[in-house]
């Protein structure tokens, strides 16, 4: 028997949207996010971040520059006793001419490669999967992979929610940040025992 996992997107979603962030200066994690790992990780659910870093295939940033920006993130979390159980990257871009990256892959959101890998690497019970982020493409996610979808106010979300209120695919919940997406979750959850 599995347990729950929540996968979180990262820019906008743990920290402040800002565009394409090429320095550690720019990666600002909003205060909020410790004490939503923490109650994950309480209560024995995977914390997963699952990011798009297209930046990557655009020659914007270096793959390294964005794992040293997960090491400190997972660092900064681990201070304020708090963990993530892995991040997982698409670093592809299909509108490139880059060499190794600018491909059409399977792992780009919202198509579900990464999450694949997750449900490889962990024991996940897929009856009891979430999706939070602050994008369309996270809820897209979502519907793919039969989770239940969050959407945040923070980073686009606000602005997602206005440019889609007709979409086909709508988030099952609303919240106002990463906190109450958790929250919001361990209520769902609790409910499910």
Request: charged letters at 25%; aromatic letters at 10%.
């Amino acid at each position: 028997m599995g347990r729950p996992a929540v996968f979180i997107d990262r820019d906008g979603t743990i920290n402040e949207e800002a565009g394409y962030i090429n320095h550690i200066n720019s990666f600002k994690i909003f205060d909020f996010v410790p004490q939503s790992l923490r109650l994950l990780n309480e209560m024995g659910i995977y914390a997963i971040v699952i990011t798009n870093q297209g930046g990557i295939a655009r020659d914007y940033f270096s793959e390294e520059l964005v794992t040293s920006l997960h090491t400190y993130l997972k660092d900064k979390m681990l201070e304020k006793g708090a963990f993530i159980d892995a991040i997982y990257y698409c670093p592809h871009y299909p509108k490139t001419k880059h060499p190794i990256y600018g491909i059409d892959c399977d792992c780009r959101k919202p198509k579900e490669g990464l999450v694949k890998m997750a449900l490889a690497d962990f024991d996940i019970d897929q009856r009891s999967m979430f999706v939070i982020g602050d994008k369309w493409s996270d809820l897209e996610l979502g519907e793919r992979i039969g989770a239940i979808k969050i959407l945040v106010k923070t980073g686009y979300g606000l602005g997602e929610l206005e440019k889609y209120q007709n979409h086909n695919i709508q988030p099952d919940f609303v919240e106002d940040n990463l906190l109450m997406a958790v929250l919001r979750v361990l209520r769902l959850l609790s409910i499910h025992e």
